[in-house]
């Protein structure tokens, strides 16, 4: 016989559902929150009106919220909040966070606690803390709607002398590229809007490790396809139907570790795609079990370009980590064309909570390491660096640009602009916007000429913002801006910092 305690005993969830019932409309038969929550945290349940009819009204189930906002968006009466739950301990230490970890992996749990998203630790967003310089008097600004600008950026080996081979290049409209999210973490509608935006924009879109869907091949001019630790889907054809190669050493959610996708997960298509059996787990080894040393990697680089006979860049994407300054230099005389730096902010559908919270560094810091590394060796023309892992808005793009990026990867600001809440349950399968699964009935909430839409709007507007910020800064190229570090400034930021930064105190 079960104790009480067995019984009633439940992890009570951060957040919760609360219904305006003045507003509400479930009296004439709206039941839209409830067939919307994916999650099952909303039940219609019967009550008694005060006419004595039976009727349904929404319930909070009080066991599965994560603040996705999908109730709040879809109510037509606008009749629903999300609130935080009071139960916090008042311990300054002992947190609600830690507490609840334990009380999860004590219960039912009784593993390692799953996230999805970036980390959310408490440390420095360095990008906060550094301000553009601005034309005043002497040096006169630029008026981005009247003078033309220059955002184009090329990605690839460049040479030193006139004359000189340079290797095949990505031409990019804009700075800004969306990240690897492969196909099985997304679902396939979502892939074929940052396919059709990319091509729209004059941009590129990376497949992640799960492949290149045959229906989206079509777009293979502006799509980077990805070979990871699995090889899920890698084949010739594979690697000469799009315009990059990137090999994925590491991202920055989960440095050090592989990758899991549950075989519940891989559907027909998915199967197909991956070159793996339906309902099969797909998973990635935490190292390439051909790479053991630069000279590993060397080899496979080169592999790759005389497979697509040396037509298109091979990119080599590692995680921030400590020493990656050396790391880059030595990826760079491998023969890498691009190196894709991702910091510890970057996001993912899957991985384990303690990873993300505690390994890694901030892109900040890895990125002007890497290029002063480079440039101190003189070879930083031979490569061309991406940032990733924590860019949030326009002004970031152009900041990483100034701390020695060419470009950036961005992720989850694409699945935000398709509506994504950011509730860090990618990994379920349960997303309610049919951005992060592949179920029935879930999927389908993806309309992809909406989301192409979303998609290619978001890269215009950042487009013109990045004219406008280097409009004030009086600089007409974004080439100039490259490496350029006297053109930032940092606030409350340690001298320490600003000496890995490369860049100066505000008022200095």
């Not at 990805?226 to 991202?251: C, M, N």
């Not at 559907?267 to 080894?285: F, H, K, N, Q, Y």
């Not at 509730?423 to 999927?443: D, E, H, M, S």
């Amino acid at each position: 016989m079960m104790s009480v305690m067995e019984k009633n005993w439940k992890v009570v969830p951060p957040f919760n559902p609360v219904f305006d019932m003045e507003r509400c409309d479930c009296m004439n038969g709206c039941n839209i929150c409830s067939r919307e929550c994916s999650f099952g945290e909303i039940s219609m349940k019967p009550f008694k009106g005060d006419d004595g009819a039976i009727r349904l009204r929404p319930w909070a189930n009080m066991h599965s919220c994560g603040a996705c906002q999908r109730c709040v968006k879809m109510c037509p009466q606008n009749a629903i909040r999300i609130e935080r739950n009071a139960m916090h301990t008042g311990h300054t230490y002992w947190n609600h966070e830690y507490v609840n970890n334990i009380w999860r992996q004590s219960g039912a749990s009784g593993g390692v606690l799953l996230v999805g998203n970036g980390a959310t630790g408490p440390q420095r967003r360095y990008f906060d803390h550094l301000m553009f310089d601005a034309c005043q008097v002497t040096n006169p600004s630029i008026d981005p709607l009247r003078e033309p600008m220059e955002i184009r950026t090329y990605l690839g080996k460049k040479t030193d002398r006139f004359g000189g081979d340079m290797g095949p290049q990505l031409r990019l409209e804009v700075p800004i590229m969306f990240g690897a999210m492969s196909f099985g973490a997304l679902n396939l509608r979502v892939h074929e809007a940052e396919a059709r935006s990319t091509r729209a924009v004059g941009t590129y879109w990376n497949t992640g490790e799960g492949g290149f869907h045959k229906s989206l091949r079509s777009y293979g001019s502006n799509t980077i396809v990805q070979v990871a630790s699995g090889r899920f889907g890698v084949s010739e054809d594979y690697l000469k139907s799009a315009a990059a190669v990137e090999i994925k050493i590491g991202q920055g959610a989960k440095p050090g570790i592989g990758g899991h996708l549950p075989g519940e997960k891989v559907s027909e298509p998915i199967s197909e795609t991956r070159m793996i059996p339906v309902g099969s787990d797909a998973l990635s080894p935490a190292p390439h079990h051909d790479i053991y040393s630069i000279e590993d990697l060397r080899q496979l680089i080169y592999a790759i370009k005389e497979s697509t006979e040396y037509r298109v860049p091979v990119s080599v994407k590692i995680a921030a980590v400590h020493n990656v300054a050396p790391i880059t230099s030595g990826i760079a005389r491998a023969g890498a064309d691009i190196i894709a730096i991702d910091g510890f902010r970057g996001g993912t559908g899957a991985t384990p909570l303690q990873i993300r919270q505690n390994t890694g560094i901030p892109v900040e810091l890895a990125i002007a390491a890497a290029d002063q590394r480079l440039r101190e060796e003189g070879i930083r023309q031979t490569v061309s660096l991406v940032a990733s892992g924590g860019i949030q808005c326009s002004s970031d793009v152009l900041k990483a640009v100034c701390l020695g990026a060419d470009a950036v990867y961005v992720g989850t600001p694409v699945l935000i602009a398709l509506g994504c809440g950011v509730c860090q349950r990618c990994f379920t399968g349960k997303c309610a916007y049919g951005i992060t699964t592949n179920r029935p009935g879930l999927a389908e909430r993806i309309d992809a000429d909406r989301a192409t839409m979303a998609l290619t709007n978001l890269l215009r507007a950042w487009a013109e913002e990045i004219k406008e910020l280097m409009g004030s800064m009086g600089i007409s190229t974004i080439e100039a801006l490259r490496g350029n570090r006297d053109r930032l400034r940092a606030v409350a930021l340690s001298g320490e910092e600003m000496s890995i930064l490369g860049v100066q105190h505000a008022g200095s």
